[in-house]
């Protein structure tokens, strides 16, 4: 799967396309999924395969789904699910409510 944002879209659409022959293109909106560019020359299976990540990537990174949940509806193993999450820029964890307690104790547990 590619990725590209609205602004590459703009200056070179014909890229886009080109790069729909070979797998789907994401196209985001700041640092969000907005779009997906697929050729229709492909089968609908070839298209659902390359969909599913592109929407489970999406859904996880809106906090819908849980990664677990995102690597089943993607079809994909977990190692290659995380590359793609990595390829799209979205990362895997993040700073919650508890994060500066834990890392209080954290740095208390590593202290000599």
Known sequence: MHATNVRNLKKNPSLALRQAEDSPVLVLKGDKPNALIIHLEKSLTEG??????????????DETLSLGAAVRLS??????????????GIAITGADETTEHETRDLGRWLAP
């Open 48 to 61: 659902e395969a390359s969909v599913r990540p592109a929407l489970a990537a999406s859904l996880f990174k």
């Open 75 to 88: 079809g994909m193993p977990i190692q290659a699910f995380l590359q793609h999450l990595g390829e799209l």
